[in-house]
């Protein structure tokens, strides 16, 4: 008896933390945490890792510039960064 509840806690366990591995994070609840000036590591502490855009980015004189989007077609956050700091955020489908 002792083993099967103890087999029972660690399944209950090993679902929870994948519960919150599997988790969404382009969320509305997540966007509103994103906040201008924030950093670029902050972010990642937030959303994950996300896809930088090809198309726009780069560097002149001490300034530098990327957009990172998470999500896909349906629903997505954009956020452009300038020295690594949050300038705009943009949500869709959320």
Same mark, same amino acid.
């Given at each position: 008896?002792?083993?099967?509840? /103890?087999?029972?806690?660690?399944?209950?366990?090993?679902?929870?933390?994948?519960?919150?591995?599997?988790?969404?994070?382009?969320?509305?609840?997540?966007?509103?945490?994103?906040?201008?000036?924030?950093?670029?590591?902050?972010?990642?502490?937030?959303?994950? /890792?996300?896809?930088?855009?090809?198309?726009?980015?780069? /560097?002149?004189? #001490?300034?530098? /510039?990327?957009?990172?989007?998470?999500? #896909?077609?349906?629903?997505?956050?954009?956020?452009?960064?300038?020295?690594?700091?949050?300038?705009?955020?943009?949500?869709?489908?959320?």
């Amino acid at each position: 008896m002792k083993k099967l509840v /103890a087999l029972g806690l660690v399944v209950l366990v090993g679902l929870g933390v994948a519960y919150v591995v599997l988790q969404d994070p382009v969320t509305l609840e997540n966007y509103s945490k994103i906040e201008p000036g924030m950093s670029m590591d902050d972010v990642i502490g937030i959303l994950g /890792a996300g896809t930088e855009d090809g198309g726009f980015g780069g /560097a002149i004189g #001490d300034l530098s /510039a990327k957009v990172v989007k998470w999500g #896909d077609e349906k629903k997505s956050i954009t956020i452009t960064f300038v020295n690594k700091k949050v300038v705009t955020k943009v949500q869709e489908g959320l």
